[in-house]
Nanobody, 126 residues
Framework: EVQLVESGGGLVQAGQSLRLSCAAS????????IGWFRQAPGKEREGISC????????YYADSMKGRFTISSNNAKNTVYLHIDSLKPEDTAVYFC???????????????????WGQGTQVTVSS
C-alpha cells in the first residue's frame, strides 16, 4: 500500500521561505511521479509541480513558475517543495500525490493521481 506523508507546513511571515516534504513508502515500482497541489479556502485544488523519479524531469504550472522549486532525494524516497517569498495568498493546504507513469512526463492536474497524502497546512501572515 502506497503511503504519502507531508510535513513542513506551519505559520510563517510574508517574504520568508519554506520547504515542504513528502515522504513516500510502499511503492512496488520505480516508475512513478510525485505531484504537489494546494487548495485554499473556497477554491478548487490546483496543481503546482510534479517530478518523475527515474528521469528526474520536472514540470510546473505556468502560474507557479518562479517561486516554487520541486526536488527529490531518491535514496530517502522523499520529494520536496521549496517556496520562496511567501505571500498571504499562498495560504492553503498543500498535498502531495503519486501516479504510476510509463513515460518521461507527469501531469499537473489532480485527476490522474492515485494516492494522496493528508496535506499540510501553510498559513502566511502579513
Amino acid at each position: 500500500e502506497v503511503q504519502l506523508v507531508e510535513s513542513g507546513g506551519g505559520l510563517v511571515q510574508a517574504g520568508q521561505s519554506l520547504r515542504l516534504s513528502c515522504a513516500a513508502s510502499g511503492f512496488t515500482s520505480d516508475d512513478y511521479a510525485i505531484g504537489w497541489f494546494r487548495q485554499a479556502p473556497g477554491k478548487e485544488r490546483e496543481g503546482i509541480s510534479c517530478i518523475t523519479r527515474d528521469a528526474a524531469n520536472t514540470y510546473y504550472a505556468d502560474s507557479m513558475k518562479g517561486r516554487f522549486t520541486i526536488s527529490s532525494n531518491n535514496a530517502k524516497n522523499t520529494v520536496y517543495l521549496h517556496i520562496d517569498s511567501l505571500k498571504p495568498e499562498d495560504t492553503a493546504v498543500y498535498f502531495c500525490a503519486s501516479e504510476r507513469i510509463w513515460s518521461d512526463s507527469c501531469p499537473i492536474t489532480p485527476g490522474p493521481y492515485d494516492y494522496w497524502g493528508q496535506g499540510t497546512q501553510v498559513t502566511v501572515s502579513s
